[in-house]
Structures are given as structure tokens and as C-alpha cells.
């Protein structure tokens, strides 16, 4: 199985830990965003891994090459121009089509700024047992930005903003609304569909496919731990919690 790490955002938020890195080299305490999140996927089997990078990329890839890629092949998709999670999936969807990778195999597609402990193997199994072209790990947490389900976990819509303005694309009586971990796991069958171009969300690609009665399923990761990395206070909240809820691999 293989996997892509998200990784080329600016980290304008965590400054000033990003005024002289990329966030994925931000640390939190004493590894890499990158590290943690390369040693999970690692943990879970994965030992195919792509990176998009763009803000201070040449450091990452040093970084990489000083630690021997961590016993992985990865290999390095570099923006010029941000592409966001939808443009930068699409631009690497080259890593997924490759002759030696299984056409039906799905991958995971990972957030470089968060960490949690939920559980990929569960994840990846709900979504083939389901059938989904796309499953994303969601929780019962408060956000600015919800995405919601109908019964069936099916993706029906979202709520954002202050105003938590709601655009359902599919019907649903009582839609749940549920905070995205920025986790998924996602059929290669998705990559032909992505007709968005340029810089785009990856979840308004999920919201048309949705709309059209694609099955994108949300997977209730309620029980595990899980934190957004993306200020430097929650990087030092993480850090203080990281010894015992995410043990070193």
C-alpha cells in the first residue's frame, strides 16, 4: 500500500516555528512533523510514500536524504505554485498509476500537521468492505469547518464559517455534523474523476462526487486520540501529550 503525505502548505500559522522551515520539519518533542508522520505509515505497512513540498522544499528533501528516506521510497512532488489538497493529489497521481502498483489498491492520503492514533488498519478496512471510492476519518469535535453525513455516513454536505453556513449536496433529514481529521483512504478509481484544474480542495471534489452519488463515507474515529499541529501552541500542547498517547514505533 502507499501513501501521500500533504506537506507543501506555507505554516503561516505556526509562526514564527515556520520562519526558517517548512512546517513538516517544525518538531515536536524532539521528531519531525515529517518523522512522526512517515514512522505511523510505517507502522501500519506502508513503505511507498510521496511528499508534495514547496515552502523551503530543499530542506525537506536533504532532510529525507540525511535520514536514508527512513527506510522508505519517497519520492518528492515539488509545487511551484500551491496546488492545495485536491491540486496536489492530482499533480502526484503519477506515484498511483505506476506499473507496479496493484490498479485496485487503495492509498492513504495524510495530513503532514496532525497526529492522532487512529487506527489505519480499520480505516482501510471499513473502506473496502464498503466499497467507497473515498473514506475520511472523521470525529464528534467542534470546528469552524464541518463536513456532514446522512445515516450511512455518506458525505452530504458541509457547514462553515462563522456563520456555519450549510451546502448540503445530497438530501438528508438529519445530516451529522462532523470535524475531518485529514486522513483518507481512497480508491485509485478517484484520480480519473478529479476533473477540478489548478489549485483546489480535495473535499470539493468529494462534495461533486458525493452529489452525483459517489459513495465518499466518513469513518467515526471518535475514540482516539487526535490533534491538529497547525499553531505552536497546540504543538506544544502535543508534545507534552506525545510520549503516552502516541509511543514512539
Same mark, same amino acid.
Given at each position: 500500500?502507499?501513501?501521500?503525505?500533504?506537506? !507543501?502548505?506555507?505554516? =503561516?500559522?505556526?509562526?514564527?516555528?515556520?520562519?526558517?522551515?517548512?512546517?513538516?520539519?517544525?518538531?515536536?518533542?524532539?521528531?519531525?512533523?515529517?518523522?512522526?508522520?512517515? +514512522?505511523?505509515?510505517?507502522?501500519?505497512? +506502508?513503505?511507498?510514500?510521496?511528499?508534495?513540498?514547496?515552502?523551503?522544499?530543499?530542506?525537506?528533501?536533504?532532510?529525507?536524504?540525511?535520514?536514508?528516506?527512513?527506510? #522508505?521510497?519517497?519520492? +518528492?512532488?515539488?509545487?511551484?505554485?500551491?496546488?492545495? =489538497?485536491?491540486?496536489?493529489?492530482?499533480?502526484?497521481?503519477?506515484?498511483?498509476?505506476?506499473?507496479?502498483?496493484?490498479?485496485?489498491?487503495?492509498?492513504?492520503?495524510?495530513?503532514?500537521?496532525?497526529?492522532?492514533?487512529?487506527?489505519?488498519?480499520?480505516?482501510?478496512?471499513?473502506?473496502?468492505?464498503?466499497?467507497?471510492?473515498?473514506?475520511?476519518?472523521?470525529?464528534?469535535?467542534?470546528?469552524?469547518?464541518?463536513?456532514?453525513?446522512?445515516?450511512?455516513?455518506?458525505?452530504?454536505?458541509?457547514?462553515?464559517?462563522?456563520?456555519?453556513?450549510?451546502?448540503?449536496?445530497?438530501?438528508?433529514?438529519?445530516?451529522? !455534523?462532523?470535524?475531518?481529521?485529514?486522513?483518507?483512504?481512497?480508491?485509485?478509481?478517484?484520480?480519473?474523476? #478529479? =476533473?477540478?484544474?489548478?489549485?483546489?480542495?480535495? +473535499? =470539493?471534489?468529494?462534495?461533486?462526487? !458525493?452529489?452525483?452519488?459517489?459513495?465518499?463515507?466518513?469513518?467515526?474515529?471518535?475514540?482516539?486520540?487526535?490533534?491538529?499541529?497547525?499553531?505552536?501552541?497546540?504543538?506544544?500542547?502535543?508534545?507534552?501529550?506525545?510520549?503516552?498517547?502516541?509511543?514512539?514505533?
Amino acid at each position: 500500500m502507499k501513501a501521500m503525505i500533504l506537506a !507543501a502548505g506555507l505554516g =503561516t500559522r505556526l509562526r514564527p516555528l515556520t520562519d526558517n522551515r517548512p512546517k513538516a520539519l517544525v518538531e515536536v518533542a524532539g521528531r519531525t512533523m515529517l518523522e512522526i508522520t512517515l +514512522i505511523r505509515l510505517r507502522s501500519f505497512g +506502508i513503505r511507498e510514500v510521496i511528499v508534495n513540498v514547496h515552502h523551503f522544499a530543499d530542506m525537506i528533501v536533504e532532510y529525507l536524504k540525511t535520514n536514508h528516506n527512513f527506510g #522508505m521510497r519517497i519520492e +518528492i512532488s515539488r509545487e511551484e505554485v500551491l496546488l492545495d =489538497t485536491g491540486g496536489g493529489l492530482k499533480k502526484a497521481a503519477y506515484f498511483f498509476r505506476e506499473r507496479s502498483s496493484s490498479p485496485d489498491e487503495s492509498f492513504v492520503l495524510h495530513n503532514v500537521d496532525v497526529i492522532s492514533t487512529i487506527d489505519l488498519g480499520r480505516v482501510v478496512q471499513f473502506h473496502v468492505v464498503k466499497r467507497a471510492l473515498a473514506t475520511i476519518a472523521v470525529q464528534n469535535r467542534k470546528t469552524s469547518r464541518y463536513l456532514l453525513f446522512d445515516d450511512s455516513l455518506q458525505l452530504c454536505g458541509r457547514r462553515t464559517g462563522r456563520d456555519q453556513k450549510t451546502e448540503l449536496v445530497r438530501s438528508s433529514p438529519q445530516a451529522q !455534523a462532523l470535524a475531518f481529521s485529514g486522513i483518507h483512504v481512497i480508491s485509485p478509481r478517484l484520480l480519473a474523476m #478529479m =476533473t477540478e484544474d489548478g489549485a483546489f480542495s480535495i +473535499i =470539493t471534489c468529494y462534495l461533486r462526487l !458525493a452529489a452525483k452519488g459517489e459513495k465518499i463515507l466518513g469513518f467515526r474515529a471518535d475514540e482516539y486520540y487526535w490533534r491538529d499541529l497547525g499553531t505552536p501552541e497546540n504543538v506544544a500542547q502535543a508534545a507534552a501529550e506525545l510520549e503516552q498517547k502516541v509511543p514512539k514505533q
